[in-house]
């Protein structure tokens, strides 16, 4: 049985390199690193990073993050036993694929884990202190956020718990589990954001659970981290894409999320 990994890349020369020479000194190295690039402006690097590692790549438009992501799992190996989504913003320790698979292979009621993903700020080179996420949770009103987000990291230790949705930035999944949802693993809808939780709110209807590990660490160098400081026309895609969410998962939250996706348009906050 082996384990895959997709990346899906937009304009990520400053960080798919460290990403792609952290996946290569794994301690249970992938037998697949499928690259979809999304429309970068410039793809040469690409090709200088295929030459130095065993990557499959494939250049594709600018075709959103969920629809590229559903482009290379079509392609996986039949044997792939756990297929690993992360951002090219991701750098993870050597034994993460090792010990992500001994977690899957001891909970065969987990579909998707993941663990703590600390901040790492890519201009500076070294890590922020601070947490990214420790899995995704939903405020009383409606609004989906990462837990911790911003704390720092000696400010709390959470335990291993089942979690309601994980950060997509960086998700170790049972193939298993995803492969009824073929052709489509992701919303292909959703263009950017809130994929991942649409995907663990179909796995958890389907009966699987999503787990929260700290035995898990991995970097996440995240663009932004404050909403302020988020691009407006990103911004009105996560608050468009939080719509989208409620019209595939019906709920009373959905007011929350056409007030939001209203302001961030019209309003322009």
Known sequence: MSIAAIIVSHNSLATLPHCLAA???????????HIVDSGSDDCGYL??????????????ANIGFSAANNLAARDLPPDTEMVVFLNPDTIVPPDYLEKALAILRARPEVAVLSGVLAGYDFALGKPTGRYDSTGIFRACYGRWQDRDQGRDLTAVQR?????????????????????????????????????DIELCLRLRRAGWRIFFTPELNAFHGRGWQ????????LRLEAAKSEVLLYRRHPSLYMLWALIKYALVRWAKI
């Open 23 to 33: 996946l290569s000194r794994q301690t249970r190295p992938a037998a697949l690193i």
């Open 47 to 60: 090709r200088e990073l295929e030459a130095l590692y065993p990557i499959t790549l494939t250049l594709a």
């Open 159 to 195: 335990p291993a718990a089942f979690v309601p949705a994980l950060c997509g930035a960086l998700l170790a999944c049972r193939w298993r589990a995803l492969r009824p949802f073929w052709p489509d693993i992701f919303a292909p809808e959703l263009f950017l954001y809130k994929e």
């Open 226 to 233: 404050e909403r302020a400081a988020m691009p407006r026309h």
